[in-house]
């Protein structure tokens, strides 16, 4: 597995793309006027307390305040050497109460009408550690699976407890490292912290006290490991940042990261700006002549698979698993891709065969397990329907570069111009009766005008004659189909 990253700068936004084999796997954007909040550490003020929702709204500054659970409110824990047990959640009245200044970190961006949403439980990420002021917490990520090696790492991180509060969690990118590695972040956290508990103190509420890196830097430090050949970047400046920031905190990347300086675009290089395109799309043919379909809605997305023009070559059984097993390696492509979130139902094509679903489950599940985000899947449904969740922490990519359609405002049709004709003859007849006019003239769009004055000519002039006033008529360009007015002359 070959694994690339390409880095595109331009003044006003920063677009990082995670390249497979040769194939686009992820797209993350970050514009300067839209920067994601999360890892943000701010001083809020609690503007309300809802004890309905255990919750509370959160004012850190931004035009909509941000969402707080009780369940992430920091409490103690009692630690032991493997595991922790949670102290259960008091009533959010005892622990918040309106106009309260608290620290707090963002942890989800705001998505769509939603604030942002918070935790108390602050969390400050290195090359290799996370450190947890609140906690006592000792913890070894569970992609290290070598058990000596995490026995190894866990003595290592305990013998921080002599000197810190908090605790602290080792990254999967530890694996392997020195101590004297560790010890570095380590002391690189206790520093940071030393700042943001200054800054805390000294700002006044609603401000962010500590904000995370950029992207090129955050793609660094979270997502590079030892399969990544190479990084490459068109822009001179943030190769020389990238260059900075390696040698302190990724030492091994240094030799990895290139300046790209050709004329010929950087996401050119594998057809990276036309899978974006793609993505945007409802409608994704797979190589077989099937396709799936994707629609995304504020509750859920929901994904259907359909055999198109694949018929096969044995049987209508075999068609419809090999259709199946593809579409599952390219929903988990697309899911990744278009950094699709939240509830997803996915619609496969119905099998009979238990042993066929069993592998269609087995086959995707193995397709994301690279995926960076946490996702939750559950057994086909009678329906044959697959429900599965992804953890969402930032907008998907469609959001990211697209808004409602002015002409039907996101529902994806319009009206046709003979349902706006019938809808301009009741307006017209409601008019009469309730004013007196020498003349009505309707203003609509060119389609809706030449169908009133072309086949609904008949129905027009029965109109005229029954309300005892002509009727003109005028085409605006600007109007959508579904718009018109009609005036009295």
């Known amino acids: 597995m070959s694994e690339e990253i390409?880095?595109?700068?331009?003044?006003?936004?920063?677009?990082?793309?995670?390249?497979?084999?040769?194939?686009?796997?992820?797209?993350?954007?970050e514009r300067t006027n839209h920067q994601g909040l999360v890892g943000n550490i701010c001083k809020g003020r609690v503007s309300r307390v809802l004890p309905g929702m255990e919750a509370a709204f959160v004012d850190i500054g931004f035009e909509r305040a941000a969402f707080l659970h009780v369940s992430d409110i920091a409490r103690g824990v009692e630690a032991t050497a493997d595991d922790e047990v949670a102290v259960p959640a008091p009533p959010i009245t005892t622990l918040l109460h309106d106009g309260q200044e608290i620290l707090v970190q963002?942890?989800?961006?705001?998505?769509?009408?939603?604030?942002?949403?918070?935790?108390?439980?602050?969390?400050?990420?290195?090359?290799?550690?996370?450190?947890?002021?609140?906690?006592?917490t000792f913890g070894v990520s569970v992609k290290i699976e070598d058990e000596a090696e995490r026995m190894r790492l866990k003595e290592i991180i305990c013998q921080f407890a002599e000197d810190d509060e908090g605790g602290y969690i080792v990254r999967t990118a530890a694996e392997g490292v020195s101590e004297e590695a560790l010890r570095r972040d380590r002391l690189f956290l206790q520093k940071l912290w030393s700042s943001v508990s200054r800054r805390y103190a000294a700002a006044g509420a609603s401000r962010a006290v500590h904000q995370d890196l950029p992207l090129a830097q955050r793609i660094l430090r979270d997502m590079v490991g030892v399969e990544v050949d190479r990084v490459r970047v068109d822009s001179r400046e943030s190769f020389d940042k990238l260059i900075e920031f390696a040698t302190e905190f990724v030492p091994e990347m240094v030799a990895r990261i290139e300046h790209y300086p050709g004329e010929r675009p950087i996401f050119d290089i594998y057809?990276?700006?036309?899978?974006?395109?793609?993505?945007?799309?409802?409608?994704?043919?797979?190589?077989?002549?099937?396709?799936?379909?994707?629609?995304?809605?504020?509750?859920?997305?929901?994904?259907?698979?359909?055999?198109?023009?694949?018929?096969?070559?044995?049987?209508?059984?075999?068609?419809?698993?090999?259709?199946?097993?593809?579409?599952?390696?390219?929903?988990?492509?697309?899911?990744?891709?278009?950094?699709?979130g939240g509830i997803i139902i996915i619609d496969f094509i119905d099998m009979t065969s238990d042993e066929h679903k069993a592998q269609v489950l087995r086959g995707f599940e193995r397709y994301l397990e690279r995926d960076h985000a946490k996702s939750q899947i559950c057994e086909l449904s009678p329906l044959g329907l697959l429900e599965m969740t992804r953890k969402r922490t930032r907008e998907s990519l469609e959001h990211v570069l697209c808004s409602a359609c002015p002409t039907c405002s996101g529902r994806g049709s319009v009206k046709t111009p003979e349902t706006v004709c019938y809808e301009i003859f009741r307006e017209l007849l409601r008019e009469a009766r309730q004013y007196e006019a020498q003349k009505f003239l309707v203003l609509a769009s060119q389609e809706v005008v030449d169908l009133l004055v072309d086949e609904e000519s008949t129905s027009l002039a029965e109109l005229q004659t029954f309300i005892g006033t002509p009727i003109k008529f005028q085409a605006e360009t600007l109007y959508t189909q579904e718009q018109f007015d009609v005036v009295l002359m």
Do not use: C, W
Request: charged share 25%; proline share 3%; no cysteine.
């Open 6 to 29: 390409l880095i595109n700068v331009t003044p006003r936004e920063t677009r990082v793309a995670l390249v497979e084999n040769g194939v686009l796997q992820e797209i993350f954007i």
């Open 106 to 136: 963002v942890v989800k961006d705001p998505l769509g009408t939603k604030g942002a949403r918070l935790t108390t439980n602050v969390t400050i990420p290195s090359r290799y550690l996370v450190y947890l002021p609140d906690s006592v």
């Open 271 to 340: 057809s990276v700006e036309d899978e974006i395109q793609k993505a945007l799309a409802r409608k994704v043919q797979l190589k077989s002549g099937g396709y799936l379909i994707f629609d995304q809605t504020e509750a859920m997305t929901t994904i259907d698979v359909n055999t198109g023009a694949y018929v096969g070559h044995r049987n209508l059984e075999e068609t419809i698993f090999k259709t199946n097993l593809e579409a599952a390696q390219a929903i988990a492509r697309q899911l990744r891709l278009r950094n699709l």
